[in-house]
């Protein structure tokens, strides 16, 4: 009997000696990940930081090229000269939105992103947002509607509010097809921030509104006029509006457009 206990003995001892070398080697495996992510975080961020000046300067540019055209040829003789210039600048601010979303979604993932709540113009806001997307809304004729009081105020962190127009409004453009409509509705009931953001594009599948804001490996769509969509902006859009106290739902129906719906307490 004694010898089988020391057996037994013997046995649990070597089991409890493999139990924690495996959770050595996870911790090490786990320590490694946090380690490329981390790692992975910052690159995306090196990179779009550094690459967001020279496009900026470009989308510059473009403006520039458009207003030479303007002064030096006859448009109306030349309507595709204006039109590249046209498509010019929309891609760049395309590209510009997209490197402020890919660095914001960074700082997110590393943590060093501060909320601090100021108080808003919200109709400003929104202006501001669509003044950087009208371009691409131009070029596929949709009209940009806003439905807010002028005086409207919100406590909220600019930065990461502006992130989430900027998204939200590029993915109502990207999806809705051309002399569409996309608009924003924002108005204060009972202390909470009301925000729509609408569109009659081509919709989201039931089945992809469960997993819309997370980021997956089958998240990429194509815009009406072969966008490309990545699903990064709408993690991102997520995040923002919980880190901002607020919640957010969708509605959408296939081929009738789609409805994002926020509400930021404000009491």
């Not at 070398?21 to 550094?50: G, M, P």
């Not at 300067?57 to 030479?68: A, D, P, R």
């Not at 490996?217 to 969509?229: I, L, M």
């Amino acid at each position: 009997l004694e010898h089988k206990i020391e057996e037994r003995t013997s046995e649990l001892k070597t089991s409890l000696d493999d139990l924690k070398t495996t959770q050595k080697e996870l911790r090490s495996e786990r320590d490694k990940l946090d380690v490329a992510n981390q790692t992975k975080s910052r690159f995306f961020s090196i990179i779009s930081h550094d690459l967001r000046g020279p496009i900026t300067n470009l989308m510059g540019f473009s403006e520039l090229i458009k207003h030479h055209i303007a002064k030096t040829y006859d448009v109306t003789n030349d309507a595709q000269l204006d039109e590249i210039s046209s498509y010019l600048k929309t891609s760049t601010t395309q590209v510009v939105s997209l490197l402020d979303t890919l660095l914001n979604w960074a700082l997110k993932e590393e943590g060093v992103m501060p909320i601090e709540p100021t108080q808003l113009q919200v109709k400003a806001c929104l202006d501001d947002a669509i003044s950087l997307m009208a371009p691409q809304a131009q070029s596929k004729s949709i009209t940009l509607e806003v439905e807010c009081d002028d005086k409207l105020e919100a406590t909220l962190d600019k930065n990461s509010f502006m992130t989430i127009l900027r998204n939200l409004l590029g993915n109502a453009i990207k999806f809705t097809p051309e002399n569409g409509k996309v608009g924003f509705a924002a108005w204060l009931d009972n202390q909470v921030l009301h925000l729509n953001v609408s569109d009659t594009g081509i919709g989201i599948a039931e089945d992809r509104l469960f997993h819309l804001f997370e980021i997956t490996d089958d998240k990429v769509r194509w815009g009406t006029k072969g966008e490309k969509g990545t699903g990064l902006g709408l993690n991102l859009v997520h995040d923002f509006v919980k880190a901002n106290g607020g919640e957010i739902e969708v509605e959408s129906e296939v081929g009738k457009g789609t409805v994002f719906k926020m509400r930021f307490p404000m009491g």
